[in-house]
């Protein structure tokens, strides 16, 4: 397969790899190392067996049913949180409107209290007041 990969085979870009030579092998020689990503690495490694292939396709699909239950908890959390944070925004905008109201009622309410002090104050007769 790596024989192939180097002839030129028009693959597809996620199927890139490196040659790297370096001087490890017996007496210094020059040994290439090939680093491949993981379709590449899959490949080699099953391309030889078909026992092997089914090992890689079994253990794959039982990682993936795995990661079916928290992957759905997860979206379900993300999903909660963000209600949650909207019920915030909402309680938020809420009390404000609340505190808006009360302010213009204690407002209208103290604009009352004087108007009906100013009214008491006048309406008292002029013995009371001396």
Known sequence: MIAELQGG???SSNLRFNV???KTGKK???E???H???ELTLCLTTGYSSRQRMIVIERMKALEKMLDG???QLQNL???MKVSQRLGQIGSEMMNKRKDEKRKLQKKETSLLM???LSIDFDLPQHQLH
């Open 9 to 11: 085979e028009d693959l």
């Open 20 to 22: 790297e030579t370096v």
């Open 28 to 30: 210094g020689r020059p």
């Open 32 to 34: 290439q190392i090939f």
């Open 36 to 38: 491949l990503n993981e």
């Open 70 to 72: 928290p992957y759905q």
């Open 78 to 80: 993300s999903v909660d």
């Open 115 to 117: 108007s009906v002090q």
